[in-house]
């Protein structure tokens, strides 16, 4: 994977943001899957590759509905629950109902092809959210998954740069688990090359199930004799699982464990100590620039005419248009800028507590 250009937004401005335009829309009651929102010339339908995920109702989708009804246009949903086949039929009712333009949260980016190559072809722009779609006619838009790897894989190597590292990866279906790895691998390769660092697990799980990751760093901790120093967790869920599965030996706050999303549960892991390293990722930042994108492409479809975006080389060679945001490594040295942001509130922390002085 080779990024030509990038365009990448800070997150100190998304920060700023988060204090300011995102405070309401945090706080919004989320409006179910398959209900319409405002009025409108511009329909923008969403399709939802699993609602019941914490982050998309919480926060993606109060952004993107907000950013829709503040270009004039209106929204409509729906939800494959964790189905490729669903989603295909979903995008269909999606411009059946008479969207303009549709957002997807591929469940699986291979077989949703079919569904974007037959929106492009009438004439319906197509947004990849958060999730390649391996189309060079589709908007991809999500935060620089590579580097999320890099920052979860660095702050594990700060800690623990030797000894057997378990590896959980997302779903195979999903290019993100492939940019997470491969960040991994600009950090912790050489090690693992000189014989410093030792893998002794890694695995793909489906959907990103957090049991499912319980249950494999389980069978990873036998197969080891629990002789494991650290574990790459692709994501927040996932991490606790692997979590519970330390827990249950005795060994939760011990080994280092990464994840990423800024889960509240997992924020509270960070607080505890349980869990090393959360790379933040605001989703109301994503779901503002879909929503902004979606109103454009309704004015013109032609995605590079989109504002802030960059050529960006896939994994299968396609030149697709994207834009990029920028994530921070969370840890128990800088819970603060979840806090300042109004992401999480000190309260609900639960797990903090003082280090170097200082109250969490």
């Known amino acids: 994977m080779q990024v030509r250009r990038s365009t990448v937004l800070t997150m100190s ?12 829309v945090a706080s919004a009651t989320t409006v179910p899957p398959g209900t319409e929102g405002g009025g ?3 329909v923008v339908g969403v399709s ?10 919480k926060w993606d989708e109060p952004a ?11 929204y409509i949903s729906n939800d494959a629950a964790s189905s490729a086949e669903t989603q295909l039929s979903n995008v269909e009712n999606l411009i059946a109902q008479g969207a303009n333009v549709v957002v997807i ?3 699986d980016g291979t077989a949703i092809k079919p569904a974007v190559a037959d929106a492009l072809a009438n004439g319906v722009p197509v947004i990849a959210y958060d ?5 060079p006619g589709a908007l991809y838009i999500t935060f620089d998954n590579v580097e999320v790897g890099r920052m979860e894989a660095q702050a594990i190597f700060d800690q623990v740069p030797e ?8 779903n195979a279906a999903d290019a993100n688990a492939d940019f997470l790895r491969s960040g991994y691998d600009e950090v912790i390769g050489d090690a693992v090359e000189a014989g410093d660092i030792t893998i002794v697990g890694e695995t793909y799980t489906d959907n990103w199930d957090p049991a499912l990751a319980q249950t494999e760093m389980e069978q990873f901790l036998t197969a080891s004799n629990n002789e494991v120093d650290a574990v790459l967790s692709e994501n927040d869920g996932m991490a606790g699982g692997v979590v519970a599965a330390l827990e249950a030996q005795g060994l939760a706050g011990l080994v280092p464990v990464s994840g990423q999303d800024g889960d509240q549960a997992a924020l509270n892991r960070i607080a505890l100590g349980t869990q090393t390293v959360d790379v933040w990722k605001d989703s109301r930042a994503l779901g503002t620039a879909a929503g902004e994108a979606a109103m454009q492409l309704c004015a013109d479809p ?34 603060d800028v979840v806090v300042d942001a109004g992401w999480i509130d000190q309260a609900t922390l639960r797990g903090r507590r003082v280090r170097h002085g200082r109250s969490l």
């Open 13 to 24: 401005a998304v920060s700023v943001l988060a204090m300011g335009a995102f405070g309401p």
């Open 40 to 42: 409108g010339d511009c």
């Open 48 to 57: 939802w590759n699993n609602y019941q995920e914490e982050r998309w109702a």
């Open 64 to 74: 993107l509905q907000a950013a829709i009804a503040a270009g004039g246009g209106s």
């Open 105 to 107: 949260l591929a469940q």
């Open 131 to 135: 999730r390649l779609i391996e189309d």
């Open 163 to 170: 000894g057997n590292y378990v590896i959980i990866k997302g």
């Open 302 to 335: 032609d995605v590079t005419a989109v504002e802030g975006t960059a050529p960006f080389t896939t994994p299968e060679g396609n030149e697709v248009t994207s834009i990029l945001l920028q994530p921070i490594p969370i840890t128990q040295d800088n819970l």
